[in-house]
């Protein structure tokens, strides 16, 4: 089974801070891995995917990388906003079973003005 | 620019009564997931749809079954609720098998079992 850590769990940052989030899973056996923000009573937005074969991912002030061979991703956000505020999810599939992704409990991120 | 609908938003209903879930997707995606959240746990997968007219249990599906309608509706029906299985239940889709392709969700049924 897969199992999907992501530290912090919670984060309290005042606007314009550059941040790390991390997430680390078990099975290095991998096709890929999706960041996701969810906001408070909504369903969950997909941010990156990221292929095993690639080390990273760009998209606007976000960045995802990827170790596959340690298990670890992380996510940087740069020049932080409050519109920013939300929970970050990381989520591997695993190889053995295509498409099933498996969640962290996630970071919840709060950018204060 | 529907995406992923599922129906309804909100639900209460009384120990023992029965309920589907609907879920719908518009992106002409071959795969289709249902998935629980609860306080303090990430997202599990109940039950998945690889592709029309194929259903797999994913990590919890007891007390759960799933139906694949057509390559557009994938519905998830709680035969006898029980308390345990107030959660949120989120419904996604992607086009696997095409590449690598991202999930799309959407926005969850919000379900309480009294």
């Known amino acids: 089974k897969q199992e999907v850590t992501q530290i912090p769990a919670a984060l309290s940052v005042p606007e314009g801070e550059n941040l790390v989030l991390n997430c680390s899973f078990t099975d290095s056996a991998i096709y890929n891995l999706q960041w996701f923000r969810q906001d408070p009573g909504k369903g969950l937005t997909s941010l990156l995917l990221?292929?095993?074969?690639?080390r990273e991912q760009t998209s606007g002030r976000l960045n995802a990388s990827l170790d596959k061979s340690s298990g670890r991703s992380t996510l940087y956000i740069a020049a932080s906003q409050p519109g920013d505020s939300a929970t970050y999810l990381c989520?591997?599939?695993?190889?053995?079973?295509?498409?099933?992704?498996?969640f962290g409990r996630g970071t919840q991120l709060t950018v204060w003005p | 620019n529907a995406g992923v609908t599922q129906t309804p938003k909100f639900q209460v209903l009384k120990t023992g009564q029965s309920m589907t879930l609907q879920c719908a997707q518009d992106m002409n995606h071959n795969s289709m997931y249902w998935y629980r959240q609860d306080p303090g746990m990430g997202l599990r997968l109940i039950y998945y749809?690889?592709?029309?007219?194929?259903?797999d249990k994913g990590e919890v599906p007891n007390g759960y079954n799933v139906s694949r309608l057509n390559k557009r509706e994938f519905s998830l029906r709680l035969e006898s609720a029980a308390p345990s299985q107030t959660s949120v239940y989120f419904c996604?889709?992607?086009?696997?098998?095409?590449?690598?392709?991202?999930?799309?969700f959407g926005d969850g049924t919000r379900l309480s079992i009294l």
């Open positions: 990221i292929q095993s074969s690639q």
């Open positions: 989520a591997p599939d695993r190889g053995s079973t295509l498409g099933r992704l498996y």
């Open positions: 749809s690889a592709s029309e007219g194929t259903t």
């Open positions: 996604a889709s992607s086009r696997q098998g095409q590449g690598n392709q991202p999930q799309h």
